[in-house]
């Protein structure tokens, strides 16, 4: 008779066919959310290569997803953390703490010697991203990391950056900060790694300590080689500074054991556990009735739970596409430009954008970069393609976005605008009747309510991935769907689950949900497209009362590029002002460059001669970053790590009296401060601010506060004189 162990997890289903005590058919596999098409699959499988027979095997279930796929096939199932318990007792009989980190959720286990047996005590983690297997992976796509190169990048010896643990959404922000101020992949991967494992030893063990022996468990403790060096680190770090005494003869690494069968422990608990088993209990009943619910029971299910798709027809479809979706006004074609032109360049959260425009305010260029993780090669590679095109002569430059304090002066730029300030003028460039403007980008969500003309209210939500671009993005990555292809495939759904509003990370467990119910990549995506409007107006905007912020809105950022975005943001704008008039702005994407590009036309009114370092000079920049011990900020007991990005500049006078001196003829740009102080670099600088302050005030007296001071010393010469 064989046992049967299969753990249907949120991102992959594994299994394990036992039979007279020895292992004779496993595997693991992604189900990218079709855990039931998966076990079928592996039923099928089993059936065929290790000879599994309904009405004579027996097979346990275990695993978020099992819960409902158990009984289709005859199958028991156990609690997860039981069964990966059951094997450790079984195999490692020595093992006082276990780790076991997954796609989505984390788990710890302390075994504690109590009588003739052992007691477990165990934390989970399951409501959030933060430290889990999928974060770090998503993050590493975001980097352009292959999955291969992941397992490899190392965390000793590398230089660490302040990522916030507790929230995995809190986490990405800090990954995109440290992306655009240029701090190496290969230490934010490293920073990954030491959030992953903070986040296991500060919130899940509870203030208990971890005893050797150490077992991680599951594919993240298994595949990545930094996270494990990670582990090593800290757990030695901690036995040393709560005097636990090593067994003797063993070092710590000896003490902290990776096993080969990580990813299986789950599903040979549950062998482990059905050994004790009555002989009736879980015989496999075959996978008819499971294919059944594969094939047609999921779809019965599915119309009765679930709302209409984004469109109700190829005649509502058609009518959005006639309103809506046409091509993106072009470039007039034209000979090379003669005079000179107004750039606008949007250093954003995940892609940079630079326009070009004419001193008649015309729009004569633009282009994209994706972020390749260094501000300063992002603006080399829009100005490579400005200059390709064919202008030479700038007469002003503006910046927005994330990048524009970082890289002001580095590129000459003559104004830095900040972002509301772009997206309000860019938008009211091409509607200046706008009521309400809603831009959405890759990592925030702006809300501007005009009156006249003019910013009366504003609403952002940069901390939460809640209905911005890059939560869409990742789902797309998830379900190996090309971005440029979400609208399509979404467009395909005839109905589709409802999700929740609210937070990005329970939003994430919600679509987990739904895929276990069967719903397909198409179906979701349709889902989280329709509750985007929802999350933007309502959990992020907090604007209950649509009707009351005005009648005309406009739609822009990179996010609005996704016509299923704007799909259900025109269906909810109109359900809840019926008149609204809703407009798409033609150049969504690049609108906050065409907004800076706007106030660099305003200020040319007024300046002759542009900042502007020149194209060559942009193209050959030279430049270091460094983050080290002597980069961290001390003004404050928060301790920024910063980044030190110095630029070879003509002209730049350097930082002789620096604890890392800077020759002439470079620039220091200070990145990763979380105040303005920390811009200031240390005691030295501080010296010199304040003798350049001095110098100003003798230039150019304050001459009330001369006059303050003459007056108060007359009256007081007056008082002594009167008493004497």
């Not at 070009?356 to 633009?366: A, I, K, M, T, Y």
């Not at 200046?432 to 969500?445: E, H, K, N, R, S």
């Not at 809105?553 to 008039?581: C, W, Y």
Request: charged share 25%; net charge neutral; with cysteine.
């Amino acid at each position: 008779m064989k046992l049967v162990g299969v753990d249907v997890g949120s991102t992959t289903v594994k299994a394990a066919v036992v039979e007279n005590g020895k292992v004779t058919w496993q595997d693991y596999q992604r189900h990218n959310t079709k855990q039931a098409e998966k076990v079928v699959e592996f039923l099928g499988r089993m059936e065929a290569e290790a000879g599994l027979a309904a009405g004579t095997d027996r097979v346990f279930f275990t695993g978020s997803g099992a819960g409902f796929i158990a009984p289709q096939v005859g199958g028991k199932l156990i609690q997860e953390v039981v069964a990966v318990a059951a094997c450790v007792e079984q195999l490692h009989p020595d093992v006082r703490f276990v780790s076991e980190i997954g796609g989505e959720d984390m788990k710890t286990i302390f075994f504690t010697a109590s009588g003739s047996g052992k007691s477990k005590q165990v934390f989970m983690q399951s409501a959030c991203s933060g430290g889990t297997g999928t974060f770090i992976e998503k993050t590493a796509r975001k980097l352009q990391v292959p999955t291969e190169r992941l397992a490899e990048m190392a965390y000793a010896d590398m230089s660490l950056h302040k990522i916030s643990s507790k929230c995995g959404i809190f986490a990405e922000t800090d990954a995109n900060t440290l992306v655009k101020t240029g701090v190496p992949v290969e230490e934010i991967i490293a920073s990954l790694f030491e959030a992953v494992v903070y986040q296991n030893l500060a919130t899940l063990t509870k203030g208990n300590t971890p005893l050797p022996e150490v077992l991680l468990l599951g594919g993240p403790n298994l595949f990545f080689k930094g996270l494990q060096e990670a582990w090593r680190y800290h757990l030695g770090k901690l036995w040393t500074q709560r005097k636990v005494e090593l067994p003797e003869g063993r070092d710590v690494a000896s003490l902290i054991v990776v096993p080969t069968e990580a990813l299986y422990y789950a599903c040979l608990g549950c062998v482990e556990i059905g050994k004790g088993e009555k002989p009736e209990v879980a015989v496999y009943q075959g996978r008819e009735k499971l294919e059944w619910w594969v094939n047609e029971g999921q779809h019965e299910a599915k119309a009765k739970e679930g709302a209409k798709g984004l469109i109700s027809g190829q005649g509502d479809l058609a009518t959005f596409v006639s309103e809506y979706v046409r091509p993106a006004p072009a470039c007039p074609e034209r000979e090379a430009h003669v005079g000179s032109v107004l750039i606008g360049c949007d250093f954003g959260s995940t892609t940079a954008k630079a326009v070009v425009l004419s001193e008649d305010r015309e729009l004569l260029f633009s282009c994209y970069a994706l972020s390749k993780g260094n501000p300063i090669e992002d603006a080399q590679s829009l100005f490579r393609q400005v200059h390709e095109a064919g202008f030479t002569d700038v007469g002003g430059l503006a910046l927005t976005g994330y990048g524009k304090d970082l890289l002001k002066d580095v590129l000459g730029a003559d104004v830095g605008v900040v972002e509301t300030v772009a997206h309000a003028t860019a938008a009211l460039h091409f509607y200046a009747d706008a009521d309400v403007i809603c831009d959405v980008g890759g990592t925030d969500v702006k809300i501007m309510i005009l009156r006249q003309g003019t910013v009366a209210d504003f609403r952002l939500n940069s901390q939460c991935s809640s209905g911005n671009g890059a939560f869409l993005q990742g789902v797309a990555e998830r379900y190996n769907i090309p971005l440029e292809r979400y609208a399509d495939r979404a467009f395909e759904a005839k109905s589709m689950p409802s999700l929740a509003m609210g937070c990005g990370v329970f939003l994430q467990s919600d679509i987990v949900n739904q895929q276990r119910k069967g719903w397909s990549a198409e179906e979701i995506m349709a889902a989280l497209a329709a509750v985007l409007p929802v999350n933007v107006w309502i959990y992020a905007g907090q604007l209950q009362n649509l009707r009351s912020a005005g009648r005309k809105f406009v739609l822009q950022g990179g996010t609005h590029r996704n016509m299923a975005v704007v799909k259900a943001q025109v269906d909810f704008i109109r359900s809840k002002v019926p008149d609204a008039e809703v407009v798409l702005h033609p150049y969504s994407g690049e609108a906050g460059a065409i907004g800076a590009a706007l106030c660099a036309a305003d200020w040319r009114k007024n300046n002759s001669a542009s900042r502007f370092r020149g194209f060559d000079t942009i193209a050959a920049l030279t430049y270091t970053s460094t983050t080290a011990a002597e980069t961290v900020c001390k003004w404050c007991p928060i301790n920024c790590t910063r980044t030190f990005i110095d630029v070879q500049l003509p002209g730049a006078k350097g930082r002789s009296w620096s604890k890392l001196p800077l020759a002439e003829g470079w620039e220091r740009v200070i990145s990763g401060n979380s105040c303005p102080k920390g811009l200031v670099e240390d005691v030295n600088e501080m010296r010199v601010v304040k003798a350049k302050l001095e110098e100003v005030k003798r230039e150019y007296p304050n001459v009330a506060e001369m006059v303050r001071k003459d007056a108060f010393r007359r009256a007081r010469d007056t008082a002594a004189v009167a008493a004497e």
